[in-house]
C-alpha cells in the first residue's frame, strides 16, 4: 500500500522527468519518433535530439514554472497571482527554478503576458483570452496546485481557474486545468475511477445551467474516447495523457506520451505527473531518479510539501 508521502513524491518527480524525457524528441512528428524502446533521456546515436545543448535530464519551461508554482504556494500559504507573476517573471528573466539557470522552450502566449506584466499590468489582466490563446502553457504547471491544495474540490477548482489566469486566461484552459487538478486529486485518493469522478465532480460543481459547463461539454468533451496527437492545444494535451494513462506502468505511460510526437515534454510531464501520483516515487525507473538534473532545486520544496 503506497503512503500519501509516496504519491506526492511520485507526483512531483513524475512530472519533472516525463518533461525532461519528452525534451530531445519535441516538435518531431509521430512517425519521426524512435521506438519506445529506445525512448531514453539520451536519444539513439543516430537521432538528431532537439535542443541541443541542453544536457540529458534536463526539465524545461514545463518544469521550472510548476516549480515556480508550488514555491509562491508554499511560501504564501495561498495562491497569490500577484506572487505567482512575479516567480514566473524572475524565471523568465533570470532563470529561477530553471536547471543551470537556463531558461529554453518558452510558449508564446506566456512569453506575451509575462512581458505585459514586466510593462507594469497586473498578472489577472496580462494574459490573451481569445479562442486562439489555448495552449498547455497553464496546464502543464497545474499539478503542483493540487499537490499542495488541502481545501474543497470548490477551492481547488477556483484556484485552478485562476492560477491558469496569469497566463492563459480563455475559459477553456481553465476548464482543462480545473479538470486536471481533480484528476489527479481523485489519483491521489485512490479512486477506482479518478477521470469520471473528476468530471461528475466539475460538473456538479459548474451546474448544468453554466457558460463553464457548456464549454466543458462542447469543447472538452471529457466523455469522448481518450486520444490525442501530443500537441499544444490545451484539449489536446489533456486527451493525449489521459490516452498514455492505459499504457501500464509510469515508464510505459510517459513513453507512450513521447511517442505521440509533436509537444512531447509538455504531454509527458502532464501524464508523468497522474501516473506518479498513481504509482508513487518508487514506480519510476531509478536511472531516471538518479539522472534527473537540479535535484537541489527540487529537494528543498519536496520537504516541505504534504
Not at 154 to 164: G, K, W
Not at 266 to 276: E, N, R
Not at 278 to 294: V, Y
Request: proline share 6%; hydrophobic share 40%; aromatic share 8%.
Amino acid at each position: 500500500m503506497l503512503t500519501r508521502r509516496e504519491r506526492l513524491e511520485g507526483g512531483l518527480i513524475g512530472m519533472l522527468v516525463g518533461d525532461a524525457l519528452g525534451v530531445p524528441y519535441e516538435f518531431y512528428r509521430q512517425h519521426q519518433i524512435p521506438s519506445l524502446e529506445q525512448i531514453e533521456f539520451d536519444p539513439p546515436k543516430n537521432f538528431k535530439r532537439s535542443h541541443q545543448g541542453t544536457p540529458s535530464g534536463t526539465w524545461s519551461d514545463d518544469g521550472a514554472q510548476a516549480l515556480c508554482l508550488l514555491a509562491s504556494l508554499q511560501d504564501c500559504g495561498k495562491l497569490d497571482p500577484n506572487d505567482l507573476g512575479q516567480a514566473l517573471v524572475e524565471w523568465y528573466d533570470t532563470g529561477y527554478m530553471a536547471v543551470d539557470g537556463r531558461v529554453f522552450d518558452v510558449g508564446l502566449q506566456t512569453a506575451r503576458a509575462l512581458r505585459r506584466m514586466k510593462a507594469g499590468i497586473p498578472p489577472l489582466e496580462a494574459a490573451d483570452s481569445g479562442e486562439q490563446a489555448n495552449g498547455n502553457g497553464s496546464l502543464m504547471r497545474v499539478l503542483p496546485l493540487t499537490l499542495w491544495h488541502t481545501g474543497s474540490d470548490e477551492a481547488l477548482v477556483a484556484d485552478a481557474h485562476t492560477q491558469s489566469k496569469v497566463t492563459h486566461a480563455h475559459i477553456r484552459s481553465q476548464i482543462c486545468c480545473a479538470l486536471y487538478c481533480l484528476w489527479a486529486r481523485r489519483t491521489l485518493e485512490e479512486s477506482p475511477a479518478p477521470w469520471t469522478d473528476a468530471v461528475t465532480t466539475l460538473v456538479r460543481i459548474y451546474g448544468e445551467a453554466s457558460p463553464e459547463f457548456a464549454e466543458l461539454e462542447y469543447y472538452v468533451r471529457p466523455d469522448d474516447p481518450p486520444y490525442g496527437e501530443g500537441g499544444g492545444y490545451v484539449v489536446d494535451c489533456l486527451r493525449s495523457a489521459r490516452w498514455a494513462m492505459n499504457a501500464g506502468s509510469y515508464e510505459a505511460v510517459v513513453k507512450a506520451a513521447v511517442s505521440l510526437g509533436n509537444d512531447t515534454d509538455t504531454t509527458a510531464c502532464v501524464a508523468g505527473g497522474i501516473a506518479g501520483v498513481r504509482d508513487g516515487i518508487g514506480a519510476i525507473p531509478e536511472r531516471w531518479r538518479n539522472s534527473l538534473r537540479g535535484m537541489e532545486i527540487v529537494e528543498p520544496l519536496l520537504a516541505r510539501l504534504g
